[in-house]
């Protein structure tokens, strides 16, 4: 049975589609069959794996209007050996016309409900927003993983999130639940890196991933070459560290499932 991860943060800036590609990218390095949805209109998961993001005909847009099945807007990325549903900024509009919908929260949800198991592990870019796309998103999650930047302002919106995530539990989606922090952009040489480090683990233990993206030239240059850091710079420590984070939620998945 697959199992839904949105990779969420409401802040811009804090390597969430950076997270979003590369765990996908190793994960199917690792012989796992992954879907990634590219739920952002700006659509940088999109180009994230060398897809034009303009020449994209079938989208999440029209996945999430019901214009179109999953599987008809689904593209298998042979080189990178998983499969996306893109996005671009038709996306935008979704909002304005998702108004007066009936239960428009839960629509991305039941379009992946017949494909959720045939995927190992579907991964969705979320906006950085708390809008109705993000929400969707959660309706239609297993799990959250935020990528957390190693900075002040950060833990304020690990708050908000929190108080969202802990709203759409109990209106929408009671199976949901923060599995895991990503902290990114980490520095271990300054002290304002190790002090949210240890605030957020003193407050979440559980929920703290071991493996931190450090702050890395390659992992920023892989994009605008539309890879993903394995396969920009496999051995740079961009690669290593994403390497380890999907054996981390590989490892946390096998434990959920024999629990």
Do not use: W
């Not at 080189?79 to 038709?90: A, G, T, W, Y």
């Not at 959720?116 to 796309?133: A, G, T, V």
């Not at 935020?146 to 108080?163: D, K, M, R, S, W």
């Amino acid at each position: 049975m697959g199992i839904i991860y949105a990779i969420a943060n409401q802040k811009g800036g804090v390597g969430k589609t950076t997270t979003t590609v590369n765990l996908a990218a190793c994960l199917a390095e690792k012989r796992k069959k992954v879907l990634m949805v590219d739920m952002d209109p700006q659509g940088n998961a999109t180009s994230g794996f060398g897809l034009n993001k303009e020449q994209q005909l079938r989208t999440s847009y029209e996945v999430l209007l019901g214009d179109a099945e999953p599987e008809e807007c689904t593209q298998y990325l042979k080189d990178f050996r998983l499969s996306i549903i893109p996005s671009n900024m038709n996306l935008a509009g979704a909002e304005v016309e998702l108004i007066g919908i009936e239960r428009r929260e839960m629509l991305l949800n039941e379009a992946l409900e017949g494909i959720k198991d045939q995927y190992d592990y579907i991964l969705i870019d979320c906006p950085p927003s708390l809008s109705m796309l993000t929400v969707n998103a959660l309706c239609a999650a297993d799990a959250v993983i935020v990528p957390l930047q190693c900075e002040y302002f950060a833990l304020e919106g690990l708050t908000q999130l929190i108080n969202t995530v802990n709203l759409v539990k109990k209106r929408l989606n009671p199976r949901i639940e923060i599995e895991g922090i990503v902290f990114t952009m980490y520095d271990n040489r300054t002290n304002l890196s190790n002090q949210v480090v240890e605030e957020v683990r003193t407050y979440m233990p559980e929920q703290v991933y071991e493996t931190m993206i450090p702050r890395n030239i390659r992992l920023g240059e892989a994009p605008s070459y539309g890879l993903p850091i394995i396969y920009y710079d496999e051995k740079s420590k961009g690669a290593e560290s994403y390497r380890e984070l999907a054996q981390e939620v590989i490892k946390r998945n096998r434990k959920k499932r024999k629990a």
